[in-house]
């Protein structure tokens, strides 16, 4: 834990926070920055994308320190512009949040406040904790790509309902509920998967419901599958799901909101720092709410990487 000194900060925002006012919620940040002395630079997202690439030309021009208004996504992609990018060492990089997504399950894990003058405040505080980042090495069609994600990575049912709840999002209905209606609907549509899994060199090979990867403990709107997830110990917590019948996940639905899935027959915990997924053809997978495509993942962990802006304890 460390105190920092910002020199400047920008503050990527998504148009879509704020309820799509986006003007409005600069002339609500305005006042506040101010107030905390804070130097800050805006700029705003228009397609997906936006945030990698606005992240990586403004540390090439010497920001370290950034702010996502907006939500998991958005932070996907920044996290994406800082680890993508191989000039500058991401111990270097300083990162805060003001939760304005639909979910905000990052967030949640560090009980940042929604609060504009509030989440100024700690921004404008400069105190600091490191945290682990997931890594994701995957292939599609032979071809090598690298992801990354800062809270959580899902696969099967998980990344169907994140698929569907994105597409519902880009029709424009952005509701808090979108995740849970998507995960009733899509419950009555889903197959399990064949799934190859390799985890502390035990390999899985079976028909899979869900697989959860949590470097955080939150996802789709304040469910916990990883319960027992630590942001900054080096390890993912891994939840698999294996050949559950559609009846089994109905009746403990609750169970995701209450730390105790774990306790349902059938669903296996993993501690590790690596694991390997392969399906038989090109599948989905979820990272923060992101959709990337392939059928071979290399998941790693690495450890305390990136700092994070929190309140002071």
């Given at each position: 834990?460390?105190?920092?000194?910002?020199?400047?900060?920008?503050?990527?925002?998504?148009?879509?926070?704020?309820?799509?006012?986006?003007?409005?919620?600069?002339?609500?940040?305005k006042?506040?920055?101010?107030?905390?002395?804070?130097?800050?630079?805006?700029?705003?997202?228009?397609?997906?994308?936006?945030?990698?690439?606005?992240?990586?030309?403004?540390?090439?021009?010497?920001?370290?320190?950034?702010?996502?208004?907006?939500?998991?996504?958005?932070?996907?992609?920044?996290?994406?512009?800082?680890?993508q990018?191989?000039?500058?060492?991401?111990?270097?990089?300083?990162?805060?949040?003001?939760?304005?997504?639909?979910?905000?399950?990052?967030?949640?894990?560090?009980?940042?406040p929604?609060?504009?003058?509030?989440?100024?405040?700690?921004?404008?505080?400069?105190?600091?904790?490191?945290?682990?980042?997931?890594?994701?090495?995957?292939?599609?069609?032979?071809?090598?790509?690298?992801?990354?994600?800062?809270?959580?990575?899902?696969?099967?049912?998980?990344?169907?309902?994140?698929?569907?709840?994105n597409?519902?999002?880009?029709?424009?209905?952005?509701?808090?509920?979108?995740?849970?209606?998507?995960?009733?609907?899509?419950?009555?549509?889903?197959?399990?998967?064949?799934?190859?899994?390799?985890?502390?060199?035990?390999?899985?090979?079976?028909?899979?419901?869900?697989?959860?990867?949590?470097?955080?403990?939150?996802?789709?709107?304040?469910?916990?599958?990883?319960?027992?997830?630590?942001?900054?110990?080096?390890?993912?917590?891994?939840?698999?799901?294996?050949?559950?019948?559609?009846?089994?996940?109905?009746?403990?639905?609750?169970?995701?909101?209450n730390n105790?899935?774990?306790?349902?027959?059938?669903?296996?915990?993993?501690?590790?720092?690596?694991?390997?997924?392969k399906?038989?053809?090109?599948?989905?997978?979820?990272?923060?709410g992101?959709?990337?495509?392939?059928?071979?993942?290399?998941?790693?962990v690495?450890?305390?990487?990136?700092?994070?802006?929190v309140?002071?304890?």
């Open positions: 834990m460390s105190n920092t000194t910002i020199n400047k900060t920008l503050f990527i925002i998504n148009p879509k926070a704020g309820n799509g006012k986006p003007d409005e919620l600069v002339k609500e940040l006042p506040a920055i101010a107030k905390y002395n804070i130097k800050g630079e805006f700029v705003f997202t228009a397609n997906q994308g936006d945030a990698k690439l606005l992240t990586q030309k403004s540390i090439k021009s010497g920001i370290r320190h950034f702010v996502v208004v907006g939500g998991d996504g958005t932070l996907n992609e920044v996290v994406n512009g800082m680890f990018q191989k000039e500058i060492s991401t111990s270097g990089f300083y990162l805060g949040i003001l939760p304005r997504g639909t979910g905000n399950d990052w967030s949640r894990y560090y009980k940042m929604h609060n504009i003058d509030e989440a100024m405040k700690i921004i404008a505080g400069n105190y600091s904790i490191t945290q682990d980042i997931g890594k994701i090495e995957f292939y599609n069609q032979a071809i090598k790509n690298e992801a990354y994600f800062i809270n959580i990575a899902g696969f099967a049912f998980d990344a169907a309902v994140v698929l569907a709840t597409q519902m999002q880009e029709r424009g209905k952005r509701q808090k509920s979108a995740y849970l209606f998507n995960l009733l609907k899509c419950m009555f549509q889903h197959k399990n998967m064949h799934m190859d899994i390799l985890v502390n060199e035990q390999k899985i090979s079976d028909n899979i419901f869900s697989i959860s990867i949590g470097n955080g403990k939150y996802s789709g709107g304040g469910m916990v599958q990883t319960p027992n997830a630590v942001i900054n110990d080096g390890i993912l917590d891994v939840t698999v799901y294996l050949n559950l019948k559609k009846i089994a996940i109905i009746k403990n639905v609750s169970k995701l909101y105790k899935i774990l306790e349902v027959k059938g669903v296996r915990s993993y501690k590790t720092d690596n694991l390997t997924i399906t038989p053809s090109i599948s989905i997978a979820e990272i923060d992101e959709i990337i495509e392939g059928n071979i993942f290399n998941i790693s690495i450890s305390n990487s990136l700092n994070i802006l309140p002071q304890e």
